[in-house]
């Protein structure tokens, strides 16, 4: 069992940057694929960034490659996201999640292929 636990959303300008971090729970953590998602107000929550468990494999969404980054440290069990260039259509709950399956080189995109989820830290870019 993994327990997620975000943190670092805020109230920012347009073109601001900010690191949101998860912190995991669980020595399973070193060995899952982790993620982060987004909900809008009104609309689904969608895949917004991925990264394997030996941190050399990341998938992006198209709406925020070259501008995020996500990154993770096993040693401390936490995931990051980092976030440059924040925009307003940026502004949501963004969630972290984690998988149960064990392998160094996945990373899921579809939401139905997490097992783990926080509860969620909001990110609100003001213009």
């Known amino acids: 069992q993994v327990q997620l636990v975000e943190s670092g959303g805020g109230l920012v300008q347009v073109g601001d940057s900010l690191k949101l971090s998860c912190a995991a729970s669980?020595?399973?953590?070193?060995?899952?694929?982790m993620g982060w998602f987004r909900q809008a107000p009104g609309k689904e929550r969608e895949f917004v960034a991925g990264?394997?468990?030996?941190?050399?494999?990341?998938r992006y969404a198209d709406s925020v490659k070259g501008r995020f980054t996500i990154s993770r440290d096993n040693a401390k069990n936490t995931v990051y996201l980092h976030m440059n260039n924040l925009k307003p259509e940026d502004t949501a709950v963004y969630y972290c999640?984690?998988?149960?399956?064990?392998?160094?080189?996945?990373?899921?995109?579809?939401?139905?292929?997490?097992?783990?989820w926080g509860q969620g830290t909001q990110v609100t870019v003001s213009s």
């Open positions: 669980g020595r399973a953590f070193s060995y899952i694929p």
């Open positions: 990264i394997s468990s030996s941190q050399t494999i990341t």
């Open positions: 999640a984690g998988d149960a399956i064990s392998n160094p080189v996945l990373v899921r995109t579809a939401q139905s292929e997490y097992n783990y």
